[in-house]
C-alpha cells in the first residue's frame, strides 16, 4: 500500500549517471496527485520516468503522479544558493588556506580526497587516464 505523498530521489555517482532506482511499477503504486522529485535529473534521474523539465514548463504526469525534473534546483534561489554555499565552503577555505594544500594532502581525510589536481598533476587515474593527463597517485 502507497504510504508516501511525496517522494524525493537524491542520487549521485562520482563521474556516473544515475541509476535508475524506481522504475514505472514502483512509480505507478503511488497514489494518484502524489510528488515525485527527482534531484537526480542532472545525471539522468533515478527513476524509469524520469526526464529534463524546465523552469517554464517544470512539471509532467506519468503514471498519475506529478514530477518535478529541473535540472539545477538551486539556479531557482540564486542569491539563497550562493549563501549556502559560501557559508558551507568557508571553513573548508579557512582550513586551505591555513594548513596548505600539501599539509592538506598528507591527511586522510574527506577534504584530501576532495582535491583531483595540484602542481601541475591530476591526482585521479580515472580523470587523467582518458584525458591523458599527467598523473601523480598520492597515498589516502
Not at 514502483?26 to 535529473?41: E, W, Y
Not at 539522468?44 to 518535478?68: A, K, M, N, Q, R
Request: some cysteine.
Amino acid at each position: 500500500m502507497p504510504i508516501a505523498d511525496v517522494l524525493i530521489g537524491a542520487v549521485f555517482m562520482t563521474m556516473e549517471a544515475t541509476p535508475h532506482l524506481l522504475d514505472r511499477e514502483l512509480i505507478a503504486k503511488m497514489r494518484p496527485g502524489s510528488v515525485f522529485v527527482d534531484v537526480s535529473i542532472d545525471q539522468g534521474g533515478c527513476s524509469t520516468t524520469s526526464w529534463p523539465t524546465t523552469i517554464l514548463d517544470p512539471v509532467y504526469v506519468d503514471e498519475g503522479v506529478i514530477h518535478f525534473c529541473v535540472p539545477n534546483i538551486p539556479a531557482l534561489v540564486p542569491r539563497t544558493a550562493t549563501v549556502a554555499l559560501s557559508n558551507t565552503l568557508l571553513p573548508y577555505v579557512e582550513r586551505i588556506a591555513s594548513s596548505g594544500p600539501d599539509a592538506l594532502l598528507a591527511e586522510d581525510g574527506p577534504l584530501a580526497r576532495g582535491v583531483y589536481t595540484h602542481g601541475g598533476y591530476c591526482l585521479r587515474r580515472r580523470i587523467a587516464e582518458p584525458l591523458s593527463l599527467p598523473l601523480k597517485e598520492v597515498a589516502r
